[in-house]
């Protein structure tokens, strides 16, 4: 059930009619966004609000990893993002079946300039592209997804055989391909205990986890802001360990050019 904390100015009613449109840039040029959260209390209880915020990236990575209609990996079967809900079994790749914590939601807009080259750019993983069924059917991932990827050159770097690198550096032109936002679109991403490997579409992706030095780059009302859209957490502490690194689009392509 819906619930609007009365005593939280950001939270916002679900029924009120405000459309992301609607809401302009601020000053700092960041559009607002509505972020719907649905999220276990550290009693178990669930819980579910909107808060409109300014787009910032630690909060849009939060929320924008994978399209509406993608297929997550349970251990009864796959089942569309949208019907995910917090307490519910997801299946991983790395550590079986694991509690879903956190469930959020965006929509991307179209925005003014949309030939500028920083604009979200979604990627569209062809059907049977990395193997057979992988993805099945055509994977579409937001701007912040990261995909698990492997290569020799992680040992050298990391001392690890695989790593998680940004969805877009997959990007080809051919088999994986770069989309640009060209009407509303809602994005979600799913939390579990501690960062995993979610099977999506029966391609391996990251859950959300906002890295180990995340806090340290946020200033303290930031943080606070930050921490509210998560209920079943206290601090950072609480998003659990990194089991896998990360790489930039930078550090993909160097080993795959080496």
Not at 33 to 40: C, K, P
Not at 42 to 64: C, K, T
Not at 146 to 155: E, I, K, N, T
């Amino acid at each position: 059930m819906a619930t609007h904390d009365r005593h939280d100015p950001l939270a916002i009613p679900t029924q009120r009619p405000t459309h992301p449109a609607q809401r302009g840039p601020r000053d700092d040029g960041l559009p607002m966004r509505r972020y719907e959260v649905h999220g276990l209390c550290p009693d178990g209880y669930p819980q579910h609000f909107i808060r409109a915020l300014p787009a910032e990236p630690h909060v849009d990575e939060a929320f924008a990893a994978f399209a509406h209609g993608t297929l997550i990996a349970t251990p009864g079967g796959p089942v569309a993002v949208e019907d995910l809900a917090p307490g519910m079994t997801l299946a991983t790749a790395d550590a079986g079946a694991r509690r879903l914590m956190w469930a959020g939601s965006t929509v991307l807009m179209p925005m003014p300039g949309a030939m500028r080259g920083d604009l979200p750019v979604l990627t569209r993983v062809t059907a049977d592209s990395l193997g057979l069924g992988r993805p099945a059917p055509d994977l579409i991932l937001g701007p912040r997804a990261r995909m698990l990827f492997r290569h020799p050159g992680c040992h050298e770097i990391l001392g690890t055989g695989q790593a998680f690198g940004p969805a877009a550096a997959f990007v080809d032109g051919v088999s994986l391909i770069g989309l640009r936002i060209t009407h509303p679109i809602r994005v979600f991403h799913l939390a579990l205990e501690a960062q995993h490997i979610l099977i999506a579409n029966g391609i391996e992706v990251e859950s959300y986890h906002p890295g180990d030095n995340a806090a340290a780059l946020m200033d303290p009302a930031a943080r606070q802001r930050f921490l509210a859209l998560f209920p079943h957490l206290c601090g950072f502490e609480g998003f659990g360990p990194m089991t896998l690194p990360r790489l930039t689009a930078f550090e993909m392509e160097r080993m795959r050019t080496a």
